[in-house]
């Protein structure tokens, strides 16, 4: 399906000042960065880029943060020293939470001015119509921003969600991601949002991790930077602000910070060997802002039980004055208990402005956190200085993205224009982008179309017959059959008698969930029938989840044919299908070790 006009122009427009950054940022792979001179031009597809006109819109936004203007002066002067304080903090809203809900955030943007807000759970059109209502009570425009990975489909209904990053990683055509930003960024623009809380640009080299696992691009540090200024540079282009997490980098831990606090063990020369990598690479480029996690690195910050977000010698030295960051320095959740299970309300945020943050992201308590931080000054442990000074860069920051003019959202055709062909078509090629083989025995793939011979579709997870057999089954003649979890004795021996007269089963392998999982969740006796199938038939495994889960069934080597597909996602499901009947081929590559037998890179 193709673009209209202008939106072509546009894309190409931006797509060659990608593809320019990220041959910068490629040329500097591996490098000593203090000796060696940035390339001034490269050549691509026989077309001189200049490379310092391909940084000057993405960095135009650094810039802005820190040049005098005339509206965050007039606007600042207007604030008294709370509100200025009240600009740093971003609270959570939901548009599915009732009245009672919105009053609350209707009492906090009026009493104490607070600076922004981020959406979670509802709708659209509701989110519009409370956005609209909240920007009216604001005396500031409200920065309004969301925790969108995979786009606002990924927390609200009516809406197209983008596939996850380890989906994206599987992908080798990366200006395909670029192109999911610019999308994300016109959704977030046309429902009145400014910062992404995205990308993801965590290194994922530790399958046991329990919160990044599928929400990182994979384990290689080049594929990690590279995609993940694809999709930032994506979404700048159109004037939303990336943010890239969760510095220093939250892949290799094996708990999560939203109920405790991991303890990362290395220093300095892994840090700078792997995780701080990506990070780099993204600075460089331009990205807006970078959100800290809850960690803890005794070997930067010995202080006890110290999260990375509260240590200056990591926000300050490390992110602001070595790494040379200059965006919006952003806190992980306020209320996570990686956080909270060491340190106060009031006294969490106070610590995180002495780390040098500008932002507090979803607070306990928004009067306690004014209380302390007042304290704090009235002590001398903060200077009313500093808070002027990251007031006026988050006043900076409502500038760059428009808020200087500031207009209510428009209701009228918000779903339509959120459900767009363009995105669909963005979101299908993803889908086929990403498919990826790794057996094809025999040839088993695509699947030969034989009179008078149905294939055994039998999709193990699902409660009912899925989207992928639909699909398959308007290629070649299926039979379909499901086994869903908690299934009875009685129906697994049905199941076995029926699936005899078969020489070839197709099984799809489901998730408990709509995103990916750690774990297949399915029961013993499940296990056994599925193994039993593989080691008995000729039989082509899809799977529709976390490239992980492989490890839970022991025979899936024997398998003749297997996909890994990620998601459950539709178009994700139709591309299976598409690539079992020969429609479409097979691009994609691991993007992460799963055991010895699949490894990083491997795909046919």
């Known amino acids: 399906m193709s673009f209209s006009k202008n939106y072509a122009s546009v894309y190409q427009h931006f797509h060659l000042l990608f593809l320019g950054v990220l041959l910068l940022a490629v040329s500097l792979l591996s490098s000593c960065r203090e000796k060696e001179q940035p390339a001034r031009k490269v050549v691509f597809k026989a077309q001189e880029v200049d490379i310092e006109d391909t940084i ?7 810039t802005s943060l820190h040049r005098k203007n005339r509206w965050v002066d007039s606007v600042f002067r207007r604030l008294t020293p709370d509100e200025r304080i009240a600009q740093l903090m971003i609270v959570e809203a939901f548009s599915n939470k009732g009245k009672e809900h919105e009053e609350d955030v209707l009492h906090l943007i009026r009493k104490y001015k607070v600076g922004g807000l981020i959406f979670f759970q509802g709708g659209p059109v509701r989110q519009a119509k409370l956005t609209n209502k909240f920007q009216k009570a604001s005396k500031v425009p409200l920065l309004i921003s ?3 990975e995979s786009g606002i489909g990924m927390r609200m209904d009516s809406a197209i969600q983008y596939p996850l990053p380890m989906l994206l990683g599987a992908i080798n055509n990366d200006s395909l991601i670029y192109r999911m930003g610019v999308e994300i960024a016109m959704e977030f623009k046309r429902l009145g949002m400014h910062l992404n809380f995205a990308p993801v640009v965590d290194i994922n080299n530790n399958p046991a991790n329990p919160i990044i696992g599928y929400r990182a691009f994979g384990e290689n540090k080049n594929d990690v930077a590279s995609k993940s200024l694809a999709y930032m540079l994506g979404m700048q282009s159109e004037g939303i602000i990336a943010t890239a997490k969760h510095f220093p980098g939250h892949g290799d831990t094996n708990i999560d910070s939203h109920h405790d606090l991991p303890v990362i063990p290395y220093g300095r020369d892994r840090l700078d060997s792997l995780e701080l990598y990506p990070f780099r690479e993204i600075i460089k480029a331009g990205v807006g802002g970078i959100m800290v996690a809850h960690m803890h690195l005794p070997k930067l910050d010995s202080t006890s039980n110290l999260p990375s977000t509260l240590s200056r010698p990591i926000v300050t030295n490390l992110l602001k004055q070595e790494l040379k960051f200059g965006g919006l320095v952003v806190t992980d ?12 309300p009031g006294e969490a945020e106070v610590r995180a402005l002495q780390a040098g943050n500008d932002v507090l992201e979803r607070l306990v308590s928004v009067p306690k956190a004014i209380a302390a931080i007042k304290l704090a000054i009235r002590q001398n442990r903060l200077s009313q200085l500093d808070i002027d000074r990251r007031c006026k860069k988050i006043l900076a920051a409502k500038y760059w993205v428009g808020l200087n003019h500031y207009q209510p959202i428009v209701i009228d055709s918000l779903y339509a224009n959120l459900t767009s062909s363009r995105a669909y078509e963005t979101t299908r090629r993803l889908a086929e ?28 997870g699902a409660s009912r017959p899925t989207f992928f057999q639909k699909k ?20 697994r021996l049905i199941l076995r008698r029926k699936l005899k007269k078969y020489k070839q089963v197709v099984i799809g392998l489901y998730g408990p969930n709509i995103r990916p999982s750690n774990t297949l969740l399915l029961s013993k006796d499940e296990i056994t029938l599925v193994n039993e199938l593989l080691d008995q038939k000729r039989c082509l495994v899809v799977l529709f989840d976390n490239a992980y889960t492989l490890t839970e069934l022991k025979e899936i080597r024997k398998a003749n044919g297997l996909v890994v597909s990620y998601q459950q996602l539709l178009p994700v499901q139709e591309a299976a299908a598409q690539l079992l009947a020969g429609r479409i081929s097979a691009n994609g590559k691991l993007p992460v070790t799963v055991n010895e037998y699949f490894q990083y890179g491997d795909g046919l």
């Open 56 to 62: 000057k819109y993405p960095n135009a936004l650094i």
């Open 146 to 148: 969301m925790d969108a």
């Open 333 to 344: 959740a306020m209320v996570m208990k990686g956080l909270t299970k060491y340190f106060k």
């Open 433 to 460: 982008g990403s498919q990826t083989l790794l057996h094809n025995k025999r040839h088993i793939i695509p699947l030969k179309r034989k009179k008078k011979v149905k294939y055994a579709v039998l999709v193990v």
């Open 472 to 491: 398959l089954g308007e290629f070649m003649p299926v039979e379909n059959f499901v086994l869903p979890r908690r299934s009875d004795k009685k129906a």
